[in-house]
């Protein structure tokens, strides 16, 4: 009997654990539908995990933390577009990754768009809401500038 107690307990905290985990979308188009399902914006998060010293930054400062946890499960639907360079992606992933560089013409690593979109006739259009990048300050200065651009006052 204890040991099957004992199996419902981890496996009651192995779900806890992973609900607690954010969900980051690589595939931007299912990104796209879950945004607009959820009539939420999207994060998209454009880093060189592997060697951008700034993006861990951002990543370690602010993203892992639980106050963007919980303002991001209640705000944006996350995207992931990464730029490494000793992990490998699969060529669709690169060629994704590539066009949305261009698209939103992202020169330097972080750079964060926050943005809706929809799809029409099989083009997608992207709708800006702002952008940011690294903010100095920790996660409440960085979720200042996010909710500014998220939710802006109106005058």
């Known amino acids: 009997m204890k040991k099957i ?4 307990l ?3 905290g192995a779900a806890n654990l992973q609900a607690q985990e954010l969900k980051w979308y690589t ?3 299912e990104a796209i539908a879950v945004s607009n399902k959820e009539q ?5 998060f454009f880093t060189g995990s592997d060697w951008c010293g ?3 930054r951002l990543q370690n400062e602010v993203l892992k933390t639980a106050e963007f946890k919980k303002w991001a499960t209640d705000n944006v639907v996350l995207v992931e577009l990464d730029y490494p360079r000793s992990v ?3 060529p ?5 990754n590539n066009e949305l560089q261009q698209a939103f013409a992202i020169q330097g690593f972080p750079t964060i768009f926050f943005t809706s979109a929809e799809t029409k006739d099989g083009r997608v259009n992207f709708k800006g809401l702002g952008k940011t990048g690294y903010v100095a300050g920790g996660p409440s200065a960085w979720l200042t500038v996010a909710e500014g651009i998220v939710h802006p006052k109106k005058s």
Not at 5 to 8: D, K
Not at 40 to 44: A, I, T
């Open 27 to 29: 595939d931007v188009r």
């Open 5 to 8: 107690v004992l199996i419902a």
């Open 54 to 56: 700034w993006c861990i």
């Open 92 to 96: 669709e992933l690169k060629s994704q």
């Open 10 to 12: 981890f496996l009651i």
């Open 40 to 44: 939420k914006p999207m994060l998209m």
């Open 88 to 90: 490998p992606q699969t």
